[in-house]
């Protein structure tokens, strides 16, 4: 099995930054591909962002593109993710999650293997 654990959440205000952090334990794939996605109350879970094994590819949500940063250390098993000019919209619960997917990067929730158990960021305005 494959644990991930995130860590990171908070309260901020809004136009502070935040960095969340997802570390993948147990029985992990090689390779994988990794994603943030995130749900607020009473909304369906959305795409956030994804990045290639390599970290050399990635994709964005149209609403948080030029403000968050997906990146990996994989000596680590761990993926980050640097949330800047935050906004109260961002409030939400983030959940990372692992798929092994590889040869392209996706956005559904359905192909994603493994999922984290969730952190929550509130951002205040």
């Known amino acids: 099995q494959v644990q991930l654990v995130e860590s990171g959440g908070g309260l901020v205000q809004a136009g502070g930054p935040l960095r969340l952090s997802c570390a993948a334990s147990g029985r992990t794939p090689s390779p994988f591909t990794m994603a943030w996605f995130r749900q607020a109350p009473g909304r369906e879970r959305e795409f956030v962002a994804t990045i290639s094994w390599s970290g050399n590819s990635d994709h964005y949500a149209d609403s948080v593109k030029g403000r968050f940063t997906i990146s990996r250390d994989n000596a680590k098993n761990t993926v980050y993710l640097q949330m800047n000019s935050l906004k109260p919209e961002d409030t939400a619960v983030y959940y990372c999650?692992?798929?092994?997917?590889?040869?392209?990067?996706?956005?559904?929730?359905?192909?994603?293997?493994?999922w984290g158990q969730g952190t929550q960021v509130t951002v205040s305005s």
């Open positions: 999650a692992l798929t092994e997917v590889v040869h392209t990067l996706v956005v559904v929730t359905s192909l994603y293997d493994y």
